[in-house]
């Protein structure tokens, strides 16, 4: 069971209600960023529910979820109707011919208006029971749980009029929700189990990779010898991380000689050269879901902006990273990503910004921020960089360079730019031509800056002052 939606209209809420937990509160941003999935028991039968995101930036995820499942939710928020996201799901819905139930969020608001809402739904195409169609609907409110018993039944209903079933007996078989890689336990791999038994001990493979599998845990991490069609599990055993979508095969004699791919703690990962004139940017990302989105995203960005993604993988943020970045500028971006200390370490004693967010708008917004566009940025000075003589202390740098626009004064505040990126910002305490000491140091000639800047400034460096009138 797919839930599907609008961002913010209560998929998350919902299900907090149903399975007594609260997610939704522990979601940073408030919003849903990965494929979860989540099982429980309702007049005696199972139900598994996949949840997932509803922002714009989460495409495939959301059409990934209602491929693998047999039903579907569709959320609209009674206050709000159907928004951009939610016509996207009824595509994806139509497109996947998933069956599926609209359920009617917030009914307890005071705004909520459920005749707008089915009216709404007729004009997207959505015919449900009573206005000339056949999908079922109910009201609910996850404050209060009202209607949510009716919606379960009504869940269970669908599903035997649709003649769901499996064969237990049959070799397992199912999806990869989710890849990661775990420091202490290596490669770990959440999956939904679409047909048969999976049991601890068996051999696994999809096309891209293949194990045994070692510890097997059902969806709240406790561990199980055994697992049931339509169970999400945990399973650790694979050799490398496989694709996120993948169908697995799975049981004591099945055929694993598949493709492996290279593992190594970034499995998933891709390295490129930089190019000359745009950020340079590496990517990390906690899991091979959110690295995907991730990529997609930077990659439409970079089709209006100068952007060129020059490494990207699954993990924390390594030495690795940052020495990359170093060599060839830019900065690295990390999606729920730790930074490993000695990567840390380095990239403050060279400069790297490591921007690091567990919102996903957080770091486009970081990104924009970052992309330097100078036909569109009033320049008041610009200083080339071409000797750094003191580096004590932060706040007490001297460096020399050439002004190659406007005119630099004391006081100014700048910002340093290295490979089209803002990696730091400082102030100009003192100027100097040769050993005088002067007010301000026009185009075309050469000067000493001391003052303090958040970084430690770098040969090639620019130092860009904006015309803020």
Known sequence: MVVMGHVDHGKTSLLDFIRKSNVASREAGGITQAVSAYEITHSGKRITFIDTPGHEAFTKMRSRGANIADMAILVVAAEESIKPQTQESIKILEESKTPYVVAFT????????????????????????GMGGQISFQAVSSKTGEGIPELLDLLLLTAEVEGLSYDP????????????QSTQRGVEVVVILKNGSLRQGDFIATHSSKGKIKILEDFQGKATKELYPSSPAVVVGFEAMPYVGEEFSSGKEIDISVITSEANSKSMASQQKGEEGALNIALCASDAGSLEVLSSIVRGMS????????SEGVGEVSDKDVKLI?????????FKSKVAKPAAALAQLAGIPIISSEIV?????????????????????????????????????????????????NGHRFEVIRAGAVVGSGRVANLRIGKKEVEEVGEGSEGGLYGGASVAVAVGDLILVKDTK
């Not at 307890?108 to 449900?128: F, H, I, M, Q």
């Not at 007996?169 to 990661?180: D, H, N, P, Q, T």
């Open 106 to 129: 917030k009914c307890d608001k005071p705004a909520a208006n459920l005749e707008k809402c089915k009216a709404d739904l007729t004009s997207a195409g959505v015919y449900l029971e």
């Open 169 to 180: 007996l049959a070799l397992a078989s199912g999806f990869v929700l989710e890849s990661k």
């Open 303 to 310: 089709e209006e902006r100068p952007i060129k993604i020059v």
């Open 326 to 334: 170093k060599n060839i500028g830019g900065i690295i971006i990390a």
């Open 361 to 409: 708008y957080e770091l486009v917004k970081a990104i924009e921020d970052a992309v330097i566009n100078k036909d569109k940025v009033k320049i008041a000075a610009e200083m080339e960089v071409l000797a750094v003589f003191n580096q004590e202390r932060m706040d007490k740098q001297l460096f020399g360079g050439k002004i190659t626009k406007g005119t630099l004064k």
